[in-house]
């Protein structure tokens, strides 16, 4: 049994706040000879609720890997209520793209992919339609086109959930995917599924938000990335940005203007998530970037 | 009868778009002898309506200032179904202050007051405390301590009407005036009274928007100016603008941050306002700069 | 001789200012039968300089597409000392892209291009490398690998140049290209060659901006696109924007963010000049958007 | 001896990086009774240099207050080669302004000092002008007229030293003091003087940064605070921010632009510095926001 292969683990922790949380986990890492790398803590005083990101070198770890959940759940997660995740930095996640047939998020996360950006793996690309699935296949990413209906939806979402089941999908992103999925799916997959919406939210949220946003004549545009919840573009914020807009800008202007935007807010999302910056908790995120 | 006490005249038109507007336009003033300092058009395809913005030199023009409403008038206001506002660079605009008891727009509104910024004159300011009396009365503007409840309301806005009728004023600010004025009192001023709210609109419409920004867990927040309609902050939109926000903000903080993108988003839209900048129609702005 | 092929024509003046110049323009087109679709003008009063842009449908034009250079020029380009430029909206403009062994920015237009978001044509991409060839030919594009060195640097050029007339190329696009072309070069294509520099200039031109910016401390760092001149990095500038950084981004933090506002910094660039938005005029540029 | 007058301390540690600093530093504060409000620290791995922020409730400290510094040097700083500083909640940072006839960042400093958003004394402004006097004396502030030419610099300088030692100053602001400091003069106060340039250096030291920056045709203006140093504009940064700009704007609406950059700019400086969130070194800043 050997650590090698792990270079470094990343722990983050979601606990009520008390006296020395901070001592008590750098005293567990540093007891067992491991070397912190990064820590950032955050305590939300309106909830006395503490949170932590904490990073290590695995190198003079004395836990071997497969023994660490066990270990930190006895010495620490269990007596002081902790909700946690740990992971690894020799194990990529696996993200799986869910797309309908708006094109731009994708085409931007296949050249971040392609270009080597994010450290992830994409096992696979889900669409209802058939536009994307030339690009797909481009970068090398197999593609299932499983169009929906209303009357077949609940079978193909069992389907999706094999295919992601099938490839040991860490998380899903919604790149512009113009489907709803259902309640039963997303509590299947609890912060683990990233939506781009096309708004400044909570103002516009739902469909053709930026007709909206011609309507009632607003100087800014935005866009949202969150975790997906059971109601409709309301989950966890993880980021957020604008762009300036003119009374010369038509709809068709502040579509192409927002989508610069949504390219650019969906990616940092997915950097923080695979990074293990994101913790939500009670709808809101802390980000530590 | 002497065009020299005015440097220049600016009309603001919003008709019904038809060909050959701008060289019609160009030609009334061309004609008499104006020369166009600026000229700004815009035409919304959607509405087919078009505006335009055109400053001019009265220094050589043939018709005595006093006559120009009337000329204007026949010769193209009329035949053109046109909407329009005619102002002259001699004559400053003369703004009142309703105010409360937050202090930071205001403090920021005498600055650039006293320090000539804004070309303008600050006739009187009214507030329902007397809180930023002094400053007002330091800054060496007349200040009316006019308390709002329930049931003097009507009796309060008969006083404020008098006054502002007494000081001919041109248009109001509220800055962070937290009362709610009542519908016969703002149709007695379209488009000429402007408020500062404290979200980005449409976003947290109401009261307290920074704490709901706080619980919807948002990564931006911003601010609106408007003119104010009859309904609760839905007034055509002059300006807005918004900061980056952490999860290590307050609400607090989220109230601090908020309060320097209030001051300058207000400041922007008594700028636009008071240089003929803006013009409202349908519910949105077209803001020529 | 038919219209019917044009539907609308845009012209872009810059010339010394005088009394009724948009008077003048609007009187040709109009009396010609010509609807103005947009029109924009400037004055710099400090060079005493006017810009005009102006688009008009040529349904009714009275004067045939192929003589409108000639008429233009004969009744107002010549007696004004116009400097100016006409296009078709149904001539889709011809753009080549210089590119290197970064990808962001190529991927970004293979994207747009591929998406339809920009009306024009890519007839080929010249690079000094190998790497994008297979990016350039997924999407249907020559791809031609012309590596440089000192010694055969005249000769490449020479071999571009002819690459380029042979494609009937209007415009070029260095999309990271880390080679300096020659003043010879870039005096046959004035203000038709747009770069992307990784900072704000003036700030950090030359290379490796990123590691200046970090060594500096900046809190912000951005990127420049610019038409280019003989100095290197000082043509003027179409479009610039920054992103914020913290003391926790490394340098290579910045690159990564940094990619992001080149890419979207370097595409307005691109949208703004095939829209004919731009006039460039004593290394400062006017857009009108 | 009491602890009841300080309600939390807050240290500021910068010091080469070794495995186990958090929690060393932590078991000081901890194993001493304290309760950790606050804790944030950063590690730069290019200088491995440690930096840390730690802010801790004294109620139930061991340690009295005036015990405090040389407990702490003796247990960690000395040991571990820490720069640091030590401060207590319950004592205002003192803060002088040297200012010359920009009024606008002066003015946004005393509204804000005066409805109570900053926590901190002003107990003197110095000017080499009058004309602030009237606004400084309506704050209720010691104004000092020291008006400087090249032949009364050392003296006024010597003068401007006993007034702020006389004053008990901690830092000084520079609020557009038009004035240079000597070398002599800036070394008594090391990361001590913040000074506001209305640029975003690198671009743009020096005199008149906006007619720069209109004379290159830049579309972003910005302003830069930061700690003053020997070497002109050149010291670590504090913080920065930009406005977007266009061809309509003149040197004068950039200068107009540019001092809502600089006032807000200049305030989160102040904010951060008085609130300890920065800690400088090697011409480079950690701010902990």
Not at 97 to 115: G, I, K, N, P, T
Not at 136 to 164: M, N, R, S
Request: glycine fraction near 4%; charge should be negative; charged fraction near 20%.
């Amino acid at each position: 049994m050997s650590n090698t292969a792990a270079a470094s683990a990343t722990l983050l922790i979601n606990c009520p706040d008390r006296k020395g949380l901070v001592h008590i986990v750098t005293q567990f890492i540093y007891s067992n000879g491991g070397n912190v790398i990064d820590l950032e803590q955050h305590v939300d005083r309106e909830d006395n609720r503490f949170f932590m990101r904490i990073e290590w070198d695995l190198s003079d770890f004395a836990i071997p890997v497969d023994a660490l959940s066990g270990a930190f759940e006895k010495a620490l997660a269990n007596p002081y209520e902790m909700q946690w995740q740990l992971s690894f930095s020799d194990r990529k996640p696996r993200m799986a793209v869910f797309v309908s047939q708006h094109e731009h998020c994708l085409y931007d996360m296949l050249a971040r992919y392609q270009s080597g950006e994010w450290d992830l793996e994409i096992p696979l690309i889900i669409s209802n339609h058939t536009k994307m699935q030339a690009a797909a296949e481009a970068a090398g990413i197999p593609f299932y086109h499983l169009p929906v209906t209303k009357e077949t939806k609940a079978d193909v979402e069992a389907e999706q959930k094999a295919l992601l089941q099938a490839h040991d999908v860490d998380f899903i992103v919604l790149a512009r995917y113009m489907q709803i999925l259902s309640d039963d799916f997303i509590q299947q997959f609890p912060n683990r599924v990233i939506n781009i919406h096309h708004s400044f939210l909570p103002a516009f949220p739902g469909a053709k938000p930026y007709h909206s946003a011609y309507a009632r004549g607003v100087k800014i545009i935005g866009a949202t990335s969150h975790y997906v919840t059971a109601e409709l573009d309301a989950g966890p914020i993880i980021e957020q940005d604008v762009a300036h807009v003119r009374h010369t800008d038509t709809v068709d202007d502040l579509v192409r203007k927002g989508r610069d935007v949504e390219k650019v807010v969906l990616s940092r999302a997915i950097w923080r998530h695979i990074n293990q910056k994101v913790i939500a908790h009670n709808n809101r995120t802390v980000v530590f970037d």
